[in-house]
């Protein structure tokens, strides 16, 4: 049997220099990160007396386009890996099979690289602009880049340079945490009693798209009256740049006075369904999403694991989720609120159907279904599908 893979694919203005990659999105395990593996070829009447570079670069963006003036940008690019792939440095270093086959169809001005993305580095995240601003939305995102130069520092030339997008993604652990409750009690000066709201997640992950259901138990042993009650589902965003850089977003909401008003000595039970989707946000400027790659579409940012809390990377952007349940007891009353986090991601795809590759690479990118490699009634294709890309705008 032929099985066929899809293969990205950009090539420089000039048509001199091309990037294959098997795939776009690198998984984030925590504790390590994919290897990022492909191969460039490069025309063979363009070799002579050249260099070529490939590196991948990470670029922040932690402000808008618009509002760079005098020379003052608001963005940092990180060069996290450099090589020479031309002339090759290091003729003895192992490939993948990937890059064994594209090796095999492209020629002999095919030239292999691997970079290793630090375990540290933060994960693709877009902060979504507001319908009437424009340039590049800040967020953090991921490309490769290879070009002709003297040496890994020289400023490359656009017609002779080559940019390619790709992302750092994570997913959702396979193991589950504990069920969040929380009990919140308040009570009132010069007031007997108190009232007293229990908060309950029917689980701790959820996936997108899924449904949030929040059970809440109210007992109200005060003299007060809960007039109405809130719950809303936030999406806590972290900008590790500035000290003061946290702020939340409010992602779904529902609010209901059914059962309402609880009088003095009532209880009530009641359970709220929180739906949290970029749909019901699409116009709302400072929602984060998930790094965004051109022509496809994209949701809510997944929540940041993170194997050491107190090691953020200061060009990161961290996103977690939480649930808050607000009851209003009256201009006098005041409110009683508590708040219930939650992981909100996407779950890992099913490895059964990942072509095995020796890089260890999960190949959902190639988006049909497939079968083991190495398999006895499996023939190996050399006719991979290449998918062009438009150039993109480099940034000087």
Same mark, same amino acid.
């Given at each position: 049997?032929? #099985? ?22 690198? =998984? ?10 492909? =191969? ?13 570079? !490939?590196?991948?670069?990470?670029? &922040? ?23 020479? #792939? ?33 375990? /540290?580095?933060?994960?693709? =995240? ?11 939305? *800040?967020? +953090? ?20 340079? #080559? ?36 908060? @309950? ?13 929040? /059970? ?23 900008? !590790?740049? &500035? ?16 059962? *309402? ?20 946000? +699409? ?35 961290? =996103?977690?989720?939480?649930?808050? #349940? ?25 490895? /059964? ?16 279904? @497939? ?26």
């Amino acid at each position: 049997m032929v #099985v066929s893979f899809k293969v990205f694919k950009k090539t420089s203005p000039n048509g001199k220099i091309t990037i294959y990659l098997g795939k776009r999105d690198f =998984v984030d395990h925590v504790t390590c990160v994919e290897p990022v593996d492909g =191969v460039v070829v490069i025309d063979h009447d363009y070799l002579q007396d050249r260099k070529i570079f !490939c590196q991948m670069v990470c670029s &922040f963006r932690y402000g808008r386009e618009e509002d760079e003036v005098m020379g003052l940008k608001f963005q940092k690019d990180m060069y996290l890996a450099s090589e020479q #792939v031309y002339p090759p440095q290091n003729k003895d270093k192992s490939s993948s099979k990937l890059q064994e086959r594209l090796l095999k169809k492209l020629g002999p001005n095919a030239f292999p690289f691997t970079f290793k993305m630090p375990a /540290n580095a933060p994960s693709s =995240v877009t902060i979504q602009p507001g319908p009437e601003d424009q340039g590049r939305p *800040c967020g +953090v995102d991921y490309f490769l880049k290879s070009f002709v130069g003297e040496n890994e520092n020289d400023r490359s030339h656009k017609r002779s340079t #080559v940019s390619l997008g790709i992302r750092k993604i994570q997913y959702a652990p396979q193991k589950e945490g504990r069920q969040p409750c929380t009990i919140v009690r308040k009570d009132f000066l010069m007031s007997p009693g108190e009232l007293e709201l229990e908060a @309950t997640l029917d689980k701790q992950l959820y996936h997108h798209g899924e449904r949030i259901a929040v /059970n809440i138990s109210i007992r109200n042993n005060s003299n007060k009256t809960v007039k109405k009650i809130k719950a809303m589902s936030q999406q806590c965003i972290d900008v !590790c740049i &500035f000290a003061n850089g946290q702020y939340k977003a409010t992602v779904a909401s529902l609010e209901t006075q059914e059962g *309402c008003p609880i009088n003095p000595g009532s209880s009530l039970q009641k359970v709220l369904y929180l739906q949290p989707t970029l749909s019901s946000n +699409v116009d709302r400027r400072g929602v984060a999403l998930d790094g965004q790659l051109k022509r496809e579409d994209t949701n809510l940012a997944s929540t940041t694991l993170l194997a050491n809390p107190d090691q953020r990377d200061a060009f990161g952007i961290i =996103v977690s989720y939480t649930v808050k #349940v607000k009851l209003y007891l009256g201009a006098l009353g005041g409110e009683l609120s508590a708040e219930l986090p939650f992981i909100l991601m996407h779950p890992k795809p099913d490895g /059964n159907k990942l072509i095995r590759e020796d890089s260890q690479a999960a190949v959902e990118t190639f988006r049909q279904d @497939t079968i083991d490699m190495d398999g006895p009634n499996c023939k190996n294709s050399e006719d991979p599908v290449f998918e062009d890309f438009s150039r993109m705008k480099l940034q000087h």
